[in-house]
């Protein structure tokens, strides 16, 4: 029997493709160690959204190229599908190089490498098909992930999604309910409907299942609808495609987690503008309004970028002042970094390490106040956690509550994937603390 080693760098739908690699992996009779060491064949499952990420995979490539007679090495996801063949020669012990779009002909490729071929590839975009395999194996026996469409046509300037993913590809309407459903009859009670912008699903004109309304919207009602599913979440939106329709379906059902993150990436219409996000600040805070309108009470988190080419100080205290007016309950910010391929590559006013760090760190701050006066609102209520794992050093259980907060309380006995009450009782600015309510 074959072994294998998989290591996965990057978001949840690199989590998602890395269960694709391993159900095919399976099925064939491969078996999956816990140590490259002790794996015949070695993948590395990679993300290029930030910078520097070809270096620590060709890092890591490095470490174990003393042992290239003796294994097998593959590069998989946006790397390869970004770096393609140049793979090869600058890690001449690589012999897979495979971008997703390629994981549904997996099984074909390992037939290339278990008959000796040195070079097998795996980088056509060319498909109108979405990227799913037979086989998956999920790594949570009690949330799941289901993608719905693939790749991304919004082009903004500084992402490299499109060149790495390819253009946008919706599954359709009846194979997503159908795996919903298969998964709740295997025990799963929360799933993850999963894209690089999810709400931008459409249902194939050739889709006989596609309803009147084909949008994403409707699908979140239908799969809401699902029995046994207690929870349904969604990752990731773009404003430009956030209609009125997917908040008013979060509201009416309460199987459809009351969180919503939604990146703005600046504060600024200039530099959300320059960066070709397709909206403005205000029409991306009418989106925020709808939310806030709400019968249930949502919790809103995005991504921000500083130091985009050409952002000014007053672009940046755009960006802080729509932080105070949204209030969002977490952000994940990141400096600007260069990408191959994209249009910002050819902007000028490129900003110093320097100066984004001191920017970076302006806007976490800012946000950690913000924080601490949200998740403080929550102290006294009762929250149902769904209990996600136990912290041996603190001796306490920590889940998630609708909203995407996590909840830590001790409590005796096995509550894993169990739904509980839990009463809060402190605040901090990441997470809550609270007692079990009996």
Not at 21 to 39: F, H, I, K, N
Not at 91 to 113: F, W
Not at 265 to 286: I, N, P
Request: overall charge neutral; some cysteine; glycine content about 6%.
């Amino acid at each position: 029997m074959k072994t294998f080693y998989i290591e996965t760098f990057g978001c949840q739908m690199n989590a998602h493709d890395s269960e694709k690699v391993v159900g095919t992996l399976l099925s064939r009779g491969y078996q999956q160690v816990e140590e490259p060491d002790d794996a015949e064949l070695v993948l590395y499952n990679t993300c290029s959204i930030r910078d520097k990420a070809e270096q620590k995979v060709f890092a890591r490539l490095q470490e174990f190229k003393k042992h290239s007679k003796t294994k097998t090495f593959g590069v998989l996801g946006c790397v390869a599908q970004q770096e393609g063949e140049k793979i090869f020669d600058r890690a001449p012990h690589v012999s897979l190089v495979a971008g997703s779009a390629s994981y549904s002909k997996l099984p074909e490729m390992l037939v290339q490498l278990e008959t000796g071929d040195k070079r097998v590839t795996g980088l056509s975009l060319d498909t109108e098909d979405t990227f799913e395999t037979p086989m998956t194996r999920r790594d949570n026996p009690y949330k799941a992930y289901i993608t719905i469409i693939e790749g991304c046509d919004k082009n903004c300037s500084y992402c490299v999604v499109p060149y790495t993913r390819g253009p946008e590809r919706s599954r359709t309407f009846a194979s997503v309910l159908e795996e919903a459903a298969k998964l709740s009859a295997a025990g799963y009670t929360e799933i993850q409907l999963l894209g690089q912008n999810v709400n931008s699903f459409r249902a194939p004109d050739s889709d006989p299942s596609r309803p009147l309304g084909s949008d994403f919207a409707e699908l979140l009602r239908r799969v809401g609808q699902v029995p046994g599913i207690r929870r349904v979440r969604f990752m990731t939106s773009h404003p430009r495609d956030f209609v009125r329709d997917i908040v008013d379906a979060i509201d009416e059902n309460p199987v459809l987690c009351n969180h919503v993150h939604l990146p703005v990436q600046s504060g600024s219409t200039a530099v959300l503008k320059a960066m070709q996000r397709q909206y403005t600040r205000d029409e991306y805070l009418r989106r925020i309004d709808w939310m806030k309108s709400t019968r249930r009470e949502l919790t809103l988190t995005s991504d921000i970028i500083v130091g985009f080419p050409g952002e000014t100080e007053q672009d940046l205290q755009d960006t802080l002042s729509l932080l105070s007016e949204v209030e969002y309950d977490a952000i994940f910010a990141f400096k600007y970094s260069k990408r191959p391929n994209t249009p910002a590559l050819a902007l000028e006013d490129h900003i110093t390490e320097e100066e984004k760090s001191r920017r970076l760190l302006m806007v976490q701050e800012h946000q950690r106040a913000i924080q601490i006066r949200r998740n403080a609102r929550h102290v006294g209520r009762t929250e149902e956690v769904m209990v996600e794992g136990f912290n041996k050093a603190t001796n306490h259980w920590l889940g998630k509550t609708t909203q995407l907060k996590t909840i830590t309380f001790a409590a005796p006995g096995e509550l894993a994937g169990e739904y509980r009450r839990v009463m809060v009782t402190r605040a901090g600015p990441a997470a809550l603390a609270g007692e079990l309510v009996q």
